[in-house]
């Protein structure tokens, strides 16, 4: 997910999908240890993602 279209979600729909992103990574990293997944730079990806919502979180906390 791009910053671009993170910036165009609405407060209410960045928070949920921050939820069920960070339920996804954690559910991804729990996979991964049992069985390795295909494609591990996906965990680092998601990772990212989150820390981009996080941050447009904060930004908007701040501009109020």
């Not at 996906?42 to 930004?59: P, S, V």
Request: aromatic share 0%; net charge positive; no cysteine.
């Amino acid at each position: 997910m791009k910053t671009s279209e993170i910036k165009e979600l609405s407060q209410q729909d960045l928070v949920e999908r921050l939820e069920n992103e960070t339920q996804r990574l954690q559910h991804m990293k729990i996979n991964h240890s049992v069985t390795p997944l295909e494609n591990p730079s996906q965990i680092k990806a998601m990772r990212r993602n989150i820390a981009r919502m996080k941050t447009e979180l904060r930004q908007r906390e701040i501009n109020k």
